[in-house]
């Protein structure tokens, strides 16, 4: 039997994926557009300015949804222009919602 969330809600298999996003993503909404296209999928994470320009995006839920979400940060939200987005994949590790630091 595969395990999901836990709840019931998500069957089946979890991933999880850190993006390095670069390019013209800070001070654009990027993190809260980031957790809006994320919640929209049931998919859990985090968003945070990196000193370097670059917003680190981790995503943790079904395998569709995190690439759906993944999809959407090669775009970005409006006022963004978004040059490389670098897909890492992690260990699951159980996150519940998406922070914004």
Request: proline residues 7%; without cysteine.
């Amino acid at each position: 039997m595969s395990g999901g969330a836990g709840d019931g809600s998500q069957p089946g298999p979890l991933v999880r994926r850190r993006a390095l996003v670069s390019g013209r993503v800070q001070g654009v909404f990027f993190r809260d557009s980031s957790r809006q296209q994320a919640a929209g999928r049931g998919v859990a994470g985090r968003a945070r300015n990196l000193p370097d320009g670059r917003v680190e995006v981790v995503l943790e839920g079904p395998p569709e949804q995190v690439a759906a979400v993944l999809a959407w940060l090669r775009q970005g939200p409006a006022y963004a222009r978004v040059e490389t987005v670098e897909v890492t994949e992690e260990p699951v590790q159980g996150l519940r919602g998406f922070e914004i630091a």
